[in-house]
């Protein structure tokens, strides 16, 4: 009964069932159909309120259940006569068989293991008989259906390789990533000291960098109001202190000539002499100078 229920479930409602007959014709063929159906179960049909609704699900389900019925009986009609010509059919072969001398008894256990290996071979290839013919196809068709197997497998295998290598590439790329991230957590920690010995650096540089700048602009300054210019540099100094030696060079033999002057006897004429002829050289030495010094001023310049 619940094939019959299941099956009326999914089953629209008939023509019959919404207009077909009477009400009361359909409630006592429900009720005929119930009954019919519980005594096969061995039960008692129960109480219910028969409402239009409820009989007219129950009819339908009453009109399912009796077509499926029929389509079973006509079915197992047909089962049962080829059932019977199958027996006829097997008579008359154990017949022949026996008449033949063929008979199972008469024959061999190699014989009749042969045949039911025979015949457990036709039921796997799904053949009706056993003629070579049969077994040929059967057997051409399970190739070709293994040829087939065998190449899906191979492609199968090709993929499966193809997936592996790519696998096995993401597992190596992986495991670097990994120890790249660890060696990047591990210089973390020194970074960051480092990082922090930076910005003090930083910090103390911009602190000198400033004092630097106020020193220079407070000898800038200084320089100013002394007066200094581009032209009194390094090098012009260091130029006019060798002229300089090698003027106090020339003029020593003549200082030591005026000391040794002073070591005679005082005569006024002679004395005058000497003094307006070392003054004449001094003021020659004097002029001398003056003109490197110009001229090592207009060079630099």
């Known amino acids: ?26 409630i006592a063929e429900v009720k005929a159909w119930l009954v019919s159906q519980f005594e096969a179960a061995g039960k008692e049909v129960p109480d219910f309120e028969y409402t239009p609704l409820s009989v007219g699900h129950l009819y339908n389900l009453a009109t399912v259940s009796q077509a499926k019925t029929q389509a079973a009986n006509i079915i197992a009609a047909d089962f049962r006569q080829k059932a019977a010509e199958y027996r006829s ?6 017949e022949i068989l026996e008449n033949m001398g063929l008979a199972q008894e008469s024959l061999t256990s190699n014989v009749v293991s042969s045949a039911h290996v025979l015949a457990n071979v036709a039921n796997l ?15 051409g068709d399970i ?29 190596a790329r992986l495991t670097y990533l990994k120890s790249i991230h660890k060696q990047l957590e591990d210089d973390v920690a020194p970074c960051q000291k480092q990082m922090e010995d930076w910005k003090t650096s930083l910090a103390v540089m911009g602190s000198k960098e400033r004092q630097y700048l106020q020193q220079y602009n407070n000898y800038k300054a200084l320089l100013n109001r002394v007066g200094y210019t581009r032209e009194i540099s390094h090098g012009v100094l260091v130029e006019m202190a060798e002229y300089r030696k090698e003027l106090e060079k020339k003029t020593k033999p003549i200082l030591d000539t005026l000391r040794s002057y002073q070591d005679l006897p005082p005569d006024k004429a002679l004395a005058a002499l000497a003094i307006e002829g070392k003054k004449r050289q001094y003021a020659a030495a004097e002029k001398y100078l003056e003109e490197v010094l110009h001229s090592a001023l207009a060079t630099n310049d």
Request: net charge positive.
């Open 1 to 26: 009964m619940s094939d019959t229920v299941s099956g009326a479930v999914n089953t629209p409602v008939t023509d019959a069932a919404k207009s077909g007959g009477s009400d009361a014709a359909r």
């Open 89 to 94: 059919q097997a008579a008359r072969i154990k």
């Open 125 to 139: 290839l799904n053949i009706r008989d056993t003629e070579l013919s049969s077994f040929l196809v059967a057997m």
């Open 143 to 171: 190739s070709l259906r293994k040829t087939a197997v065998e190449e899906k497998r191979a492609k199968v295998e090709k993929e499966s390789k193809i997936l592996l290598d790519y696998t096995r590439k993401a597992i």
